[in-house]
Nanobody, 123 residues
Framework: QVQLVESGGGLVQAGGSLRLSCSAS????????MGWFRQAPGKEREFVGA????????LYGDSVKGRFTIDRDNAKNTVYLQMNSLKPEDTAVYYC????????????????WGRGTQVTVAS
């Protein structure tokens, strides 16, 4: 069992930056690939990015590629999402999730989810 708690969301002006954190409980954090998803009102859940459990390889959704960066600190049981050059269309609730395997870009692969943190980008 893994419990995930996101933090770091808030209101930011377009062009600004935010760094989200996702803290995980349990001693097996390093066993999970970690993903970030987002969901805006009236829209489907969207893949933002993911980081593998061992090599730390990353994968990003097309809409955030080049602007967002994911990294993890297994010693702190934490995964981060650095968001730069934010746009109003990045406004959404951001969720972190953990998976032991499967296609990391598919939300259906994830076993555990946080409750999300709101990110609002003002134009």
């Amino acid at each position: 069992q893994v419990q995930l708690v996101e933090s770091g969301g808030g209101l930011v002006q377009a062009g600004g930056s935010l760094r989200l954190s996702c803290s995980a409980s349990g001693r097996t954090f390093s066993s999970y690939a970690m993903g970030w998803f987002r969901q805006a009102p009236g829209k489907e859940r969207e893949f933002v990015g993911a980081i593998t459990r061992s090599t730390g390889s990353t994968l990003y959704g097309d809409s955030v590629k080049g602007r967002f960066t994911i990294d993890r600190d297994n010693a702190k049981n934490t995964v981060y999402l650095q968001m730069n050059s934010l746009k109003p269309e990045d406004t959404a609730v951001y969720y972190c999730a953990a998976t032991v395997g499967g296609r990391v870009s598919s939300w259906q692969s994830y076993d555990y989810w946080g409750r999300g943190t709101q990110v609002t980008v003002a134009s």
